[in-house]
């Protein structure tokens, strides 16, 4: 009986190359699910004639009364009381598709899927050049693409994606500098920064990590790099500040800045801990594990986790800041799984606590598909009924005659444009930063030919639901409001209550 024990141990059931053969079979299924995923995101992303998110809304009005020529960023005293938060690039390429004739939703989602799929190139490109198994280069490239989150925000027609598109390249070309010193590599790098940048002003966790690493690197290019990086981008700041008579500033920093909400960063968390638990579980396995090549990548995914939970519980945040952590932990995830030889001891049936690490993987994987089966669902479901609330306000939108809103959906399917985004409007007058009297003024005067805003307001109860972030209008406005117009109408909505539309008493 021993020797037969022994004999089992030495010959498993299963040779190494028949688990390979298996594990490889499991990859191509997950790799096709994900394509899968990949065009059905793509299908409904054309088809769908109304908003995603409530931002992509407010990014086709914005872009769209650009290539009308009403300029982008406005003085936050006047009219239209709207704030153009993000860089100008994302804006003026929406802008251009808008003027040769792309739907107002289609031009921006377009970007972010081309986005997307460039961020995943990208993610393949650092990971050749970090990790030498080609399993482990593959299971990082599918851990990525399967992060629902990354997904969802990827098909959506907001900069986010665009702006982490640059971030990723910017990193892929610096870890190209490292491997085979050409200036070419470190200048893209320092080109992709500041594009970056000037999508989206916070994407600055790539640049950040990699000055500092040059600087452990070689101190001279270092130098170079950082003062050429931050003097174009100091000039472009500024230049573009004095061609928009100081609104640029004003509308991408200043204005930007939203209260915080302890509530808002629990959520971010709970969800992050959620859908990328086992990557954590996965990356701190493989911690004790790093080396010094792989430095400069940890340093980016922290400061960029570290942006995240600073800028997170701001009023008005979404799930979208977090897809630049989620992308580079999917990358640490797999260098984790390299230095460990997962792939490696899992093909010959290693006992060790290292094949464990299918449990994290694997529940990453069916979690995240999960819920990308649901976000397309639920994309799905919600179209008719975003449609159908279009066309029902539709005739109040039409006619002449200027119209507050916070609909800004069916506002893109009618004017194109807006004169109040009350929610912003709102915060920035409870903070002072912007002079409440002409927006108060016209609608003490019934200037307004319509309101519609999500809330009754002669309600004598406040819905539970209602927050900070489903504010409509400030207080005083609210009781000008009720003194000088009537509900004329209620429109049953997507989101909450639905619409209220109120026009001008005529006593």
Known sequence: MPATSIEVERHPCLSPGVVESRCRVVLIVITAVIVAALLAHLAVLIWAQNELTPVESIVALHSNMLATGQGLYYDLNHYPFTVSPYGPLFYGAAALLRKIGLPPFLGPRLLSFGALLAAFGSVFGVLQILIGNPYARLAGLLLAACTANVLFWGTA????????????????????????RTPRSLLASGLFVILAVFTKQTSVAAGTAIGLCL?????????????????VCAALAFGLNALTHGHYLQNTIFANINPFSLDKLLQHVRYFALTCGGLLVVVAAGLRYSSRRLAPLYTYTLLSAAIWLVTAPKIGSDLNYQIETMLLLAVCAACALDRLDY??????????????????????????????????????????QKAAESAALMPYLQPAGRVLTSQFNALVHSRGNMEVEPLIYTLLVNAGRVDPAPVLRDLSQRRFQRVIIGQDIFASNRPAWDDQETLSLPPAHLEALRKNYFLAAHVKGAYLEGDYVYEPRHD
């Open 157 to 180: 027609g907001q900069t986010d994606m665009l702006a982490v598109a640059f971030s990723l390249a910017a990193f892929a070309a610096f870890q190209g500098w490292r491997d085979h």
């Open 343 to 384: 792939f490696p001891k899992l093909f010959r049936q290693d006992r060790g606590w290292v094949t464990l690490l299918n449990i994290p993987l694997l529940l990453h994987v069916v979690l995240n598909v999960v819920l990308t089966m649901n976000i397309l669902a639920s994309r799905v479901l919600m179209e008719p």
């Open 215 to 231: 600087l452990f690197e070689d101190r001279k290019i270092a130098v170079w790099w950082i003062a050429g990086v931050a003097s």
